[in-house]
């Protein structure tokens, strides 16, 4: 606190200040009546509180900000059923790596005279959840519970973090020497250059040497480095789902997605390959492939150590800074001509043959492969896609080039529905002046599809495209692969159309395949927020992930 400021006038004030003084612009929240000093001390703050329709979003838009700007994205909701439509967003931010703060209120812990009425012990179920939690019990130690939620959601691994606090403290008065903690600028370690070498001796070595690209490797200064070893080196790679964009996928030695864990054509690749250099997964995303004893070496390239799974048990680790390890191994390895990678370029040119195959098919509902193909022609090179979870996220996994990181954000590692329309709104917010789309199935937005009103009320640039087949198609795809009867997945939908225009957003449906370019076009050049509806036919599932991949993959 600066002599310019006056002495907060209670621990709500110190809270905001406190937030202010992290750098915090906006909170995302449901605030309830347990929350009122906090409401009323922002607003006289500078931070922008944008209210939610339902805590979930809130803390999908806090996480989604985490994931963007690296910075960690706040949240706030009251007690009871208010925090606990937060535990979804909690463990989406912890599983995917993304810095979030929590705030939820509670009744007065000194002296209250509602009985048990709404109380749950918030802190001990977010205990699993998050990497800090904790009530607030003195208004004199409000900096140091802030300063310390902050560090350690933005410390590698980041993730999710909770603050309580009660409605007493918020209102007690502080100490008049309670100070706030200025931010840390510590840096990360970097590899020691002992394990450095090593994994140099190693790539050297090897013959059918391959790069893996995951989720923690989505970050500029990691990209810029990704590009350098790829281009010094001519060794192929390859993404998992959250690592699409960390290097253009127009790249000559891009291979393709490993949306699916096995049976894939970059599997005939990972089969192939005698080293992995695996820079930022770790087995919190769905593994993109198997390990087996005495198979394949990998090297384990992250900011921290590898958890060991028995599908995942590097070989070697260099731990450290990612783009600092990257940047070494690319300056210090160099092209060896003892490198073979043929097969590699053949599984390539087999995943390019594939990847066009029906992309502009006319069939009507329209088929996958088209609106991926659809979609990627609208899209901007900047425009950013967010993804809700369902079955077309594998097919905009494998289909949908991405050219530059976060430009595709989706989930691989909750994988939780609902989190596409408040991700892209997030996108939007960030990012005024690129085109954003949020990509939902009809299941997925549904669970979130009131957070329209805050996209129209912010005047958002959006277009949400939904995916229908008025079904969870993906659990209908895993029926019918156990050989199970189709039993128990579909359901009836409103009309989007007037369902968007309800909100006063611009609604579109997609009746002839041909209309879908256009109307994404017409949609993303207007501005506003737009809701276009189109029916999918997931026929293509079966066809091409259980039968014909198996035999395409044979022939290489």
């Known amino acids: 606190m600066t002599n310019a400021q006056a002495t907060p006038r209670n621990g709500a004030e110190l809270f905001v200040r406190a937030l202010e003084n992290e750098g915090v612009k906006y909170i995302f929240a449901v605030p309830g009546e347990e929350n009122l000093d906090l409401l009323e001390a922002l607003r006289k703050s500078d931070i922008r509180l944008i209210l939610n329709r339902h805590e979930q979003a809130a803390g999908f838009m806090a996480a989604t900000f985490g994931r963007l700007t690296g910075r960690v994205g706040v949240c706030l909701s009251t007690l009871g059923p208010g925090a606990t439509n937060l535990v979804t967003a909690a463990a989406y931010a912890q599983l995917g790596g993304m810095p979030m703060m929590m705030i939820s209120g509670q009744k007065p812990i000194k002296s209250s005279k509602q009985g048990l009425f709404q109380i749950l012990d918030v802190v001990d179920l977010m205990r699993p959840l998050t990497k800090y939690t904790r009530q607030i019990s003195n208004a004199n130690t409000i900096p140091a519970k802030v300063r310390e939620a902050f560090r350690l959601a933005s410390e590698e691994r980041p993730g999710a973090v909770h603050l309580e606090l009660p409605e007493d403290i918020a209102a007690e008065v502080p100490a008049p020497d309670t100070h706030i903690f200025a931010p840390s600028d510590a840096r990360r370690p970097s590899a020691s250059q002992k394990s450095l070498e090593i994994a140099c001796d190693m790539l050297r070595e090897a013959k059918h040497p391959l790069i893996m690209i995951g989720a923690g490797a989505n970050r500029k200064r990691v990209s810029q480095a990704l590009i350098h070893l790829v281009n010094t080196t001519n060794i192929p790679f390859f993404t998992t789902q959250m690592g699409k964009g960390v290097v253009d996928e127009r790249h000559p030695r891009y291979l393709g997605n490993a949306a699916l864990s096995a049976g894939d054509f970059v599997h005939r690749a990972i089969d192939h390959a005698d080293l992995v250099i695996n820079v930022g997964h770790d087995v919190v995303e769905k593994p993109p492939f198997f390990m087996q004893p005495g198979g394949k070496k990998v090297i384990h390239v992250n900011f921290s150590g590898a958890d060991v799974d028995p599908v995942y048990f590097p070989q070697h680790e260099v731990v450290g800074d990612i783009a600092n390890s990257v940047e070494y191994m690319a300056e210090n390895c160099g092209i060896c001509h003892n490198h073979d990678f043929t097969c590699f370029m053949e599984v390539k040119a087999a995943v390019d043959r594939h990847l066009r195959d029906k992309a502009e098919d006319d069939r009507f509902p329209v088929i996958p492969q088209r609106i991926v193909h659809d979609v990627r022609a609208m ?134 395949t041909e209309d879908l370019r256009p109307t994404l076009e017409r949609a993303l050049a207007a501005g506003g927020v737009h809701l276009v509806d189109v029916p999918v036919d997931y026929s293509e599932n079966r066809r091409v992930f259980d039968e014909e991949l198996a035999e395409l993959t044979r022939q290489l």
């Open 379 to 512: 899209v901007p090179e900047d425009g950013i896609i967010a993804l809700d979870n369902g079955m077309y996220k594998l097919w905009f996994a494998r289909n949908y080039p991405a050219y530059d990181n976060n430009t595709v954000l989706l989930d691989n590692a909750l994988a939780s529905m609902g989190a596409g329309l408040p991700s892209a709104m997030m996108a939007s917010m960030l990012y005024p002046d690129l085109k954003v789309m949020a990509i939902c199935g009809d299941g997925g937005f549904m669970m979130n599809s009131q957070e329209l009103e805050t996209a129209v009320r912010l005047d958002l640039n959006l277009v949400v495209l939904i995916i229908n087949d008025s079904a969870y198609g993906m659990i209908k795809w895993k029926q019918a692969q156990e050989g199970l009867a189709d039993f128990g997945l579909d359901y009836r939908n409103p009309d989007f159309v007037k369902y968007a225009e309800s909100y006063g957003a611009t609604g579109h449906r997609v009746v002839r």
